[in-house]
C-alpha cells in the first residue's frame, strides 16, 4: 500500500509516495514563505509509471495546503497540468 510522507530539508524537501521502505515518486517543493510552496518537479519511478503515483502525491499535498493555509506555485510541468485540467483544486493557487 502506498503511503504519502513529507520529508523536510530546511526550506527545501519533498512529498514521496512510499511503498513499504521503497520510494516510488515524490513531488519536490522549496518554500517561498511560512504559507506559499512551490512545486519544483515531480519523479516517478519506472517500475510504478501508469499507477497514477504523481497524481495522488499532488492531491495529497492539495489536502495538506487546504488544512494548513498553503497556498501552491505550481513550477513542475507536471503539477501545472494537473491544475490546469483540475478546476476543483484551483483554489490552492496563489
Keep these: 500500500m502506498i503511503e504519502i510522507k513529507q520529508i523536510e530539508d530546511g526550506t527545501k524537501g519533498r512529498f514521496a509516495a512510499m511503498d513499504d521502505s ?7 517543493y522549496t518554500s517561498a514563505d ?5 512545486l519544483d518537479h515531480t519523479e516517478v519511478d519506472d517500475a510504478y509509471r501508469g499507477q497514477s503515483i504523481g497524481k495522488k502525491i499532488l492531491m495529497w499535498i492539495v ?6 493555509n498553503i497556498k501552491i506555485i505550481p513550477l513542475c510541468p507536471y503539477a501545472k497540468s494537473v491544475f490546469d485540467k483540475t478546476e476543483s483544486i484551483r483554489d490552492v493557487l496563489v
Excluded at 511560512?34 to 512551490?38: F, G, H
Design 22 to 28: 521503497k520510494e516510488a515518486g515524490a513531488i519536490f
Design 63 to 68: 489536502e495538506f495546503a487546504r488544512e494548513n
Design 34 to 38: 511560512e504559507k506559499k510552496m512551490i
